[in-house]
């Protein structure tokens, strides 16, 4: 019997996928970056039918490319070599809400949106949150370990997870969704899968973390002088309000212009200044006096000229139309055409003098050169993309290797990560390479090894061939 037959004897018929037209949407990722090759996509439903597809998979010495939503950034979710594509969507149940342990275990393709909305259910908040949560899959933002626009006060996926169920590469199912806080028996084993890419097993299920619902919330939309004045005011910002600091975004004129430019019907509150934030304060008890505690924060700095202009979203229609803009950056971007994506983490401290000095030595390289700068700041987060001025975006792109030595050359000299939240994929397999220790590569080769000896997991991702 071949593959496809043993595959659609497990998951039906209806399950498999190899009509030309129906697998584009699974080959192509978001960007457009990368196209695949695949003999199949296989959908099981449950995860007893996903350990039965990996176990045929694995004698048949198939690859195997677990997918999502297929709304990675870096072609981590996109087959190489004809590998068998697993989608997890259909494994989309809320298995149970516990909201006196602030818990609830949810499958693998539950898209992120529907997990926000079963915890709003129960007067809980599920706090991860990214422009493409209404695609996005739980199971997929654990193996990328996605972070989004509240990491500052909630933590990424791998903060907000207790317990994962995974199929394993020979198809045994690892049981470990434990709903604890506390459990000091030994290795931490869920933390390995969580941001793994789906190269070390295939996530079925898991306990996220719940947390009390804010009651008071306030968006504000500042502009500031430099972006050390905006490290200035996240400092502030902490110092009166503490915790309370649930978003901090910064973003350049540059990308503003663009969704100014491409999507006109976003309306972007102050006129256009070189740089910009988004903050966010949150709190549990309705009365909290955030726009007094944001208005003391802020008095000193607009004296002295730290934050030249502020405006406070008055109700939650003018505080969503604030966090639009933000999140409709990608999208303008998009339209704009290709650029050089990065997505760099450092410490708070080091932002101001890495964005000025990369700014001195890229135009110095490339004088015709686009500066996109954008990102999550209270967590030393930046997205920092590069076009040209004018001229065909493409041929551009054939610089990737120069800019790329020149943006991470900076990151790793202020200690910081070439991947803060997207991870590797097949984009930056060179670049891990490059500046992971070989120690550190030594140790990640082994812990692949003791996984998935055969390679058939996602083969071609993280490490490359
Ligand atoms: C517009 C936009 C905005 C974004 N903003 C942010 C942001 O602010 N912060 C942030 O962190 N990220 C952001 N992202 C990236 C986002 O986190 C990821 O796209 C998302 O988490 C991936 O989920 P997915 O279900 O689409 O996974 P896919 O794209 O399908 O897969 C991603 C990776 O996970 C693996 N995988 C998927 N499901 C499983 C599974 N069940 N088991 C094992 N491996 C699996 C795949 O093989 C692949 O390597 C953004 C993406 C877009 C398109």
Same mark, same amino acid.
């Given at each position: 019997m071949s593959l496809i037959d043993r595959l659609a004897a497990i %998951? $039906? !018929?209806? #399950?498999i996928i190899t009509e030309p037209a129906a697998l584009e949407p699974y080959l192509v990722d978001w960007r457009r970056r990368y196209r695949g090759t695949a003999q199949c996509v296989v959908r099981p439903g449950n995860t007893a039918e996903v350990a039965a597809v990996v176990a045929a998979c694995a004698e048949a010495g198939a690859g195997i490319v677990p997918q999502g939503? #297929?709304?990675? *950034? %870096?072609? $981590?979710g996109i087959s190489k070599n004809d590998e068998v594509i697993v989608s997890l969507? !259909?494994? #989309?149940?809320?298995?149970s809400v516990d909201a006196d342990n602030n818990t609830m275990v949810v499958e693998a393709g539950v898209i992120l949106q529907h997990a926000q909305e079963a915890a709003a259910q129960v007067n809980r908040l599920f706090p991860l949150s990214l422009a493409a949560e209404g695609s996005a899959t739980i199971g997929g933002n654990i193996s990328t370990n996605a972070g989004g626009v509240q990491v500052l006060h909630y933590g990424n996926m791998r903060e907000l997870v207790l317990g994962l169920e995974v199929v394993l590469p020979d198809g045994r199912i690892w049981h470990g969704l434990r709903a604890l806080r506390k459990d000091n028996t030994g290795y931490d084993l869920k933390q390995l899968f969580i941001g793994a890419e789906g190269t070390l097993g295939l996530v079925t299920a898991a306990v996220l973390k719940l947390f009390p619902r804010p009651q008071a919330q306030l968006t504000a939309w500042l502009a500031v002088r430099s972006p050390a004045a905006a490290v200035t005011v996240l400092s502030r910002l902490r110092e009166t309000c503490g915790e309370r600091v649930t978003a901090f975004e910064l973003m350049a004129q540059t990308p503003l212009s663009m969704v100014r430019q491409h999507l006109p019907q976003v309306f972007i509150p *102050? %006129?256009?200044?070189?740089w910009q934030v988004l903050v966010e304060l949150s709190d549990t008890w309705r009365g909290a006096p955030l726009a007094d505690m944001l208005n003391e924060a802020l008095q000193p700095l607009l004296e002295r000229g730290d934050v030249t202009d502020a405006v406070l979203a008055s109700n939650e229609m003018q505080a969503k139309a604030m966090w639009r803009v933000r999140e409709s950056i990608p999208e303008a971007q998009k339209v704009e055409g290709y650029s050089i994506k990065h997505d760099i983490a450092m410490p708070v401290s080091a932002i101001p003098a890495f964005i000025e000095r990369a700014a001195v030595e890229l135009e110095r390289a490339f004088p015709n050169i686009r500066i996109v700068c954008f990102g999550h700041v209270g967590d030393g987060n930046l997205h920092y993309n590069l076009s040209p001025q004018a001229g065909d975006d493409r041929d551009f792109l054939a610089n990737t290797a120069t800019v790329n030595r020149i943006v991470h050359d900076l990151v790793h000299y202020v200690?910081?990560?070439?991947?803060?939240?997207?991870?590797? $994929?097949?984009?930056k397999i060179s670049e891990l390479a490059h500046y992971k220790s070989e120690l550190e590569l030594v140790l990640m080769r082994g812990i692949k090894q003791t996984f998935d000896s055969g390679n058939l997991l996602n083969p071609g991702k993280l490490f490359g061939e």
């Amino acid at each position: 019997m071949s593959l496809i037959d043993r595959l659609a004897a497990i %998951v $039906g !018929r209806d #399950n498999i996928i190899t009509e030309p037209a129906a697998l584009e949407p699974y080959l192509v990722d978001w960007r457009r970056r990368y196209r695949g090759t695949a003999q199949c996509v296989v959908r099981p439903g449950n995860t007893a039918e996903v350990a039965a597809v990996v176990a045929a998979c694995a004698e048949a010495g198939a690859g195997i490319v677990p997918q999502g939503g #297929n709304t990675g *950034l %870096v072609g $981590g979710g996109i087959s190489k070599n004809d590998e068998v594509i697993v989608s997890l969507t !259909r494994l #989309n149940r809320i298995r149970s809400v516990d909201a006196d342990n602030n818990t609830m275990v949810v499958e693998a393709g539950v898209i992120l949106q529907h997990a926000q909305e079963a915890a709003a259910q129960v007067n809980r908040l599920f706090p991860l949150s990214l422009a493409a949560e209404g695609s996005a899959t739980i199971g997929g933002n654990i193996s990328t370990n996605a972070g989004g626009v509240q990491v500052l006060h909630y933590g990424n996926m791998r903060e907000l997870v207790l317990g994962l169920e995974v199929v394993l590469p020979d198809g045994r199912i690892w049981h470990g969704l434990r709903a604890l806080r506390k459990d000091n028996t030994g290795y931490d084993l869920k933390q390995l899968f969580i941001g793994a890419e789906g190269t070390l097993g295939l996530v079925t299920a898991a306990v996220l973390k719940l947390f009390p619902r804010p009651q008071a919330q306030l968006t504000a939309w500042l502009a500031v002088r430099s972006p050390a004045a905006a490290v200035t005011v996240l400092s502030r910002l902490r110092e009166t309000c503490g915790e309370r600091v649930t978003a901090f975004e910064l973003m350049a004129q540059t990308p503003l212009s663009m969704v100014r430019q491409h999507l006109p019907q976003v309306f972007i509150p *102050l %006129v256009p200044q070189p740089w910009q934030v988004l903050v966010e304060l949150s709190d549990t008890w309705r009365g909290a006096p955030l726009a007094d505690m944001l208005n003391e924060a802020l008095q000193p700095l607009l004296e002295r000229g730290d934050v030249t202009d502020a405006v406070l979203a008055s109700n939650e229609m003018q505080a969503k139309a604030m966090w639009r803009v933000r999140e409709s950056i990608p999208e303008a971007q998009k339209v704009e055409g290709y650029s050089i994506k990065h997505d760099i983490a450092m410490p708070v401290s080091a932002i101001p003098a890495f964005i000025e000095r990369a700014a001195v030595e890229l135009e110095r390289a490339f004088p015709n050169i686009r500066i996109v700068c954008f990102g999550h700041v209270g967590d030393g987060n930046l997205h920092y993309n590069l076009s040209p001025q004018a001229g065909d975006d493409r041929d551009f792109l054939a610089n990737t290797a120069t800019v790329n030595r020149i943006v991470h050359d900076l990151v790793h000299y202020v200690g910081g990560s070439i991947s803060a939240e997207h991870g590797i $994929g097949q984009l930056k397999i060179s670049e891990l390479a490059h500046y992971k220790s070989e120690l550190e590569l030594v140790l990640m080769r082994g812990i692949k090894q003791t996984f998935d000896s055969g390679n058939l997991l996602n083969p071609g991702k993280l490490f490359g061939e």
